[in-house]
């Protein structure tokens, strides 16, 4: 059944209805008296089986949407107009009591960020044990429940795992758990909210196959809110894209992403890397011109010792042999997954860790003895831009502080000449000088990060770091955010050590790339040639993870398009 | 956990010897001869005695050692429970303190359930109470309790439910009734200061994203609030509570008085006024052997009740 048709039979029975019916829906949040509207007007149907995607920036209104159905809006939000329908019943400002009778066995959820939604003091068996127990299974059955939960989560030993706390998993296996917490209580709707948004794209479409896979077995319908067209493209059967709380345009994945009516929409497919490029992860260099060597890692090893056990010492070798080059006003991208050792080669790099064996060189100077009093001078030359704009600037700072703080440490120029920099720096960022005396939480992600890299241009500095620059922001504002350091790139000819686990990021700015896996350097070269005709098993797995992709392909091979999944 | 649990026993030792170390240091350079001080408790005068009795004394007291051989002499009777005679009193150190000790133990230990059932319930239903006015009302009442002098309401207490009502007595010792009006005094600046600070940590935690996923299962607010709230919120708390209750024994001292209870405290108090050193010794070395070992319990709740903490403990 079609979603139109679900519209058109309102008073069809519960069973066969929509699961969830939103009407002229309006949320609105209360601060001091007044009602700002997150949400308004919305009209959204979701029918059994059906998977909808809902799109849109950061502040769309997409999280309030999900969290309204399920009447888990924070103490301050308010629905101010409109009704909701869940299976049938109206449970519009329904109280707790009411809407927990479709929680969990109605509507389950897969919450924003695995790392933090599981209870810490909790073994994940108890925590999956709660919404078994809730479909009045037989106290003797619900381990044998927990235990096929996890399983069909996709969660390798269940037994062993469901005797653990969450602090012993990965992220992405806790995710699996959170959606295992979901499937457990038989919901006929599961709303995942950027279910992956904090995950490596590898491990994120692995998950995200896996949910797919588990909604389709079982007939359930699946409401996915993601930032990312590319993941919504890939997935849905219909896709909702939200513009400050209104839905501006929804259809098919077909038809919204070939004939977009919206400008806004035409916004979001440029920013999905694959989309934009039908398909493929085009690199933005394929002619490279030689340059002179800025920084030179040379066959690094690093051990870390791990807690002593009965067998003796042991130690977990973070990075093998690994040699890389960063060439001036030059793009090197490493590449991997979370865990293959990268952050530990910029923290060598910088010299913040020494390793194990292997020369570190800065312009031909070898600095891997040097002390931090010998190094502190050359920090002038190399710089530092966080993956996380929200925790890497101190918000007791103005954002002129922020900005001129290098400066101020390493004593360069004066009150004014400081403050002439400064207004410098805003403008080569595109913010305007008004910045200056704002504090960062007046600011958004792509705003922060912005301030991040003036930050770190201040003392002109010849080689940046740049540890996942975009991974904590919204597709559109990872576009402008790499427009921004491809174009300071060629102005100041600054040489950059770009870090990701996404390639089709990487694509975008690296002359060179390097993949690293498990501490090894599996293959390195021109960007062109590694992005297009990569030698490597896992770099091609890399390259497939990109979302959109799926959908471009099919696209590709089932012409005339506009056809369904 | 084995290896963590000795090293936090060493340390805890650590901490008796050095307190003990440091009241000895002190006690020794007050400019005072315990001879004088115990011949005029028996209504003597140091001037009637010869020197050569004067001298006999110091001899049997091990007074006229070095005051090195003399700290050994004590460290080595300490450990042995043996803390000497009492300078003021004709008895033993031991005989005191084990005479007065069981009442005071009792009065805390009272106080202490006291202060972890009123400080629990407080945080409890201000936080789950969804009625604003009742939960703006006990969100406010700790600030009350921090801030009224325990003096005064054990005096306020006695006056309303001694002499007003005349439900329970307002001196004595003996009796599970002379117990009730001391430990609620004792109690409520603790339960106060544990109601605040739990209180505010059980909104912090109901605000957790793992709450909202709680919340998603479908589970009841009370469920939420036992199961998943409390113990996470409760993390905070145990620091404090182990402070609590090493102040709790201190004040003990103040409540002892005011109910006139015969205690430590009571103890503690002549004996400091009249410089029976020993005996204040003693009661040190008895104040931070408390202090030590409910810290000691605090820790061990803390890997208990934490799986990241007992994590660590287990790779140390």
Known sequence: MSAEAAVDSPAARPDSGPIVELSGLSVGYQQRGRTTLAVEDVNLTIAPGETVAVVGESGSGKTTTAN???????????????????????????????????????????????????????????????????????????????????????????????????????????????????????????????????????????????????????GTSLLIITHDLGVAADRADRVVVMQRGRIVEQGEPAAILLRPQEPYTRHLIA?????????????????????????????????????????????????????????????????????????????????????????????????????????????????????NPYSSLDPRFTVAQTIAEPLVSFRVGDRASRAARVRELLDQVALPAAFADRKPAELSGGQRQRVAIARSLALEPELVFLDEPVSALDVSVQEQILTLLLRLQQDLGVGYLFISHDLAVVAQLAHHVAVLRAGRIIESGPAADILTAPVEEHTRELLGAVPGQRFAAELAASAPPGTKR | ?????????????????????????????????????????????????????????????????????????????????????????????????????????????????????????IAFLATYVQWRPARTLLARLPAVGVSLPQFFVGLLLIQVFSFSLTWLPATGTHGWKTLVLPAITLALPGAAMLAQLLTRSL????????????????????????????????????????????????????????????????????????????????????????????????DLLYSLLDPRVARAARAA
């Not at chain 1, 709303?191 to 794209?201: N, R, Y």
């Not at chain 1, 493929?280 to 920084?295: H, I, Q, R, S, Y």
């Not at chain 2, 409540?255 to 410089?275: D, P, W």
């Open chain 2, 1 to 121: 956990m084995p290896r963590y649990l000795a090293g936090r026993v060493a340390q805890a030792l650590l901490v008796l010897w050095a307190a003990y170390t440091v009241t000895f240091i002190i006690l020794n350079v007050l400019p005072s001869d315990p001879i004088t001080l115990q011949l005029s408790a028996g209504g003597a005068d140091v001037s009637q005695l010869t020197a050569a009795q004067v001298h006999e004394l110091k001899a049997h007291y091990g007074l006229d050692d070095p005051i090195v051989v003399q700290y050994f002499h004590h460290l080595w009777g300490a450990l042995h429970l043996d803390f000497g005679m009492s300078l003021t009193q004709n008895v033993s150190v031991g005989s005191l303190i084990t005479d007065k000790l069981p009442s005071t133990i009792t009065l805390t230990a009272v106080a202490v359930v006291f202060m972890l059932v009123f400080g629990l319930a």
């Open chain 1, 271 to 387: 920013a999905a890397p694959a989309l934009s490029h039908a398909g493929g992860v085009v690199p933005c260099f394929t002619d490279v011109t030689p340059a002179p060597e800025v920084l030179r890692l040379d066959g690094i090893g690093k051990d870390f010792r791990l807690p002593r056990t009965a067998s003796g010492e042991r130690t977990f070798r973070a990075l093998d042999d690994v040699s890389l080059s960063v060439r001036a006003g030059q793009t090197l991208g490493l590449v991997g997954e979370s865990g293959s050792g990268k952050t530990t080669a910029l923290r060598i790099a910088m010299g913040l860790e020494k390793p194990t064996q292997g020369r570190v060189h800065l312009d031909g100077v070898d600095i891997t003895d040097a002390g931090w009093s010998e190094l502190r001078p050359l920090r002038r030359r190399f710089q530092l831009v966080h993956q």
């Open chain 2, 203 to 298: 909104n912090d935690t109901w605000r957790e994203p793992y709450i909202v996923t709680a919340r998603a299962k479908g589970l009841s607010r009370w469920t939420i609030q036992v199961r998943h709230a409390l113990r996470n919120a409760s993390l905070p708390a145990l620091t404090l509570l182990g402070v609590l209750v090493g102040y709790t024994v201190v004040n003990a001292v103040v409540v002892e008085t005011v109910f006139s209870r015969n205690g430590i405290g009571q103890l503690a108090q002549q004996a400091v006024l009249g410089q029976d050193v020993p005996v204040v010794q003693a009661i040190v070395l008895i104040a931070a052997g408390l202090f030590v070992v409910v810290n000691l319990i605090v």
């Open chain 1, 68 to 218: 309204a159905i399920l009447g888990l809006l924070p103490s301050s939000g308010v629905i101010t107009a409109g009704r909701i329908r869940i299976a049938g019943t109206d449970v519009t400002g329904a109280s707790d009591r009411v809407l927990r009778a479709f929680r969990g066995n109605v509507v389950g959820l897969v919450p924003q960020d695995p790392m933090v939604g599981l209870n810490p003091t909790m073994r994940i068996g108890g925590q999956i044990a709660e919404v078994v127990r809730r479909r009045g299974v037989d106290k003797r059955l619900v381990n044998a429940e927990v235990i096929e939960a996890l399983e069909r989560a996709g969660v390798d030993q269940p037994v062993v795992r469901a005797r653990q706390y969450p602090g012993a998993l990965s992220g992405g296996l806790r995710q699996r758990v959170l959606i295992a917490i979901a499937i457990a209580g038989h919901p006929r709707l599961i709303v995942a909210d950027e279910p992956t948004s904090a995950l490596d794209v590898t491990v994120q479409r692995r998950i995200l196959d896996h949910l797919g896979g588990l909604v389709a077995e079982t």
